[in-house]
Nanobody
Framework: QVQLVESGGGLVQAGGSLRLSCAVS????????MGWFRQAPGKEREFVAS???????MYADDVKGRFTISRDNAKNTVSLQMNSLKPEDTAVYSC???????????????WGKGTLVTVSS
């Protein structure tokens, strides 16, 4: 079993920063693709960022340059540093793990409960 628990969400003003963390427990080789997805009210869950292998990364176009995904193998955590936040970034952010690098949420096998990020203007 793999368990994922997100933390770090909250309320922040536009232009501010937040750092989300995902604690990973269970069978963890760090060979999983680790990703962040988000879901805003009335919208489908969308890809944000992922990391795999030798720290290869992939980002959604609308967050590239503002968000950075990273991992700390010693602490079994995956983080998402979010800078220059916009009101459009408001969503529930979820950590996920899968076996292949994909922008599709359907490709991910394990999910955390999510953490709410609210960006005010």
């Amino acid at each position: 079993q793999v368990q994922l628990v997100e933390s770090g969400g909250g309320l922040v003003q536009a232009g501010g920063s937040l750092r989300l963390s995902c604690a990973v427990s269970g069978r963890t080789f760090w060979n999983y693709v680790m990703g962040w997805f988000r879901q805003a009210p009335g919208k489908e869950r969308e890809f944000v960022a992922s990391i795999w292998g030798g720290d290869s990364t992939m980002y959604a176009d609308d967050v590239k340059g503002r968000f950075t995904i990273s991992r700390d193998n010693a602490k079994n955590t995956v983080s998402l540093q979010m800078n220059s936040l916009k009101p459009e970034d408001t969503a529930v952010y979820s950590c996920a793990a899968g076996l292949v690098a994909s922008r599709s949420a359907n490709a991910m096998n394990y999910w955390g409960k999510g953490t709410l990020v609210t960006v005010s203007s």
